[in-house]
């Protein structure tokens, strides 16, 4: 025995040195309490995480979906009010042009009235220049309406005369006021003798 005492001696000096571990504590009664839990309690706590993160995507579906419709309509609103603020303009520039219409018509008369007067002539020819340079500026351009066959949409037939060969039936024969479109739009129809 006393040979097995002085091995055992023996092996432990030659053994290098070795930390200690300390033993673990067996746990306590309370903390296997919280360990030994019912296994449904775990997956009722997942159901209900799972539920609560399908409701926040619902919700930022919703919050998705809505920003798309408002910007969406946002641009459609941007569109709509550009589309009508060039109307407005364009509706402006159009009861402009026809207050002036007049101007025109009274400048033209005087060019063609016979007069003594070459300076004064030649005065009311530029005015009339001036103007109908101002007016192809602004789009407006006066309706072809002479030796023209006869359309409602740019004529408007205030006579008839008779038809001859070279002015068929339904062909305009004298412009009695002349008719003008801005931008392609009507502002003043053209008004007309027509042939029978």
Same mark, same amino acid.
């Given at each position: ?11 432990? #000096?030659?053994? &290098?040195?070795?930390? +200690?571990? $300390?033993?673990? *504590?067996? &746990?306590?009664? %309370? ?7 019912? =296994?449904?309690?775990?997956?009722? +706590? ?12 619902? $919700?930022? !579906? ?19 009010? #550009? ?12 009861? #402009?042009?026809?207050? /002036? /219409?007049?101007?025109? !018509?009274?400048? %033209?008369?005087?060019? @063609?009235?016979?007069?003594? !007067?070459? #300076? ?7 005015? /009339? ?6 007016? *192809? ?10 030796? $023209?066959?006869?359309? =409602? ?7 008839? $005369? =008779?038809?001859? !060969? %070279?002015? =068929? @039936? ?27």
């Amino acid at each position: 025995m006393a040979e097995e005492k002085m091995n055992q001696e023996q092996q432990v #000096a030659a053994e &290098p040195n070795l930390p +200690e571990v $300390e033993t673990a *504590e067996p &746990p306590k009664a %309370e903390d296997m309490k919280h360990k030994k839990e019912k =296994p449904g309690k775990a997956e009722k +706590e997942i159901a209900a995480l799972n539920e609560k993160l399908q409701a926040a995507q619902k $919700e930022v !579906d919703n919050a998705k979906d809505t920003l798309m419709r408002t910007a969406a309509e946002y641009d459609n609103y941007r569109k709509r009010t #550009a589309k009508e603020k060039e109307a407005s303009f364009g509706n402006g520039v159009s009861s #402009a042009v026809a207050e /002036l /219409l007049p101007v025109i !018509d009274t400048l %033209e008369m005087a060019v @063609s009235a016979p007069t003594q !007067d070459e #300076a004064y002539r030649k005065g009311v020819e530029m005015t /009339l220049t001036k103007c109908a340079a101002a007016f *192809e500026k602004l789009g407006v351009t006066e309706i072809k309406a002479q030796s $023209e066959p006869f359309d =409602p949409e740019l004529h408007a037939a205030v006579m008839q $005369e =008779p038809a001859t !060969d %070279e002015l =068929p @039936s339904g062909t305009v024969t004298k412009v009695l006021q002349k008719g003008y479109t801005l931008h392609g739009k009507v502002i003043r129809h053209a008004t007309v003798a027509v042939a029978e």
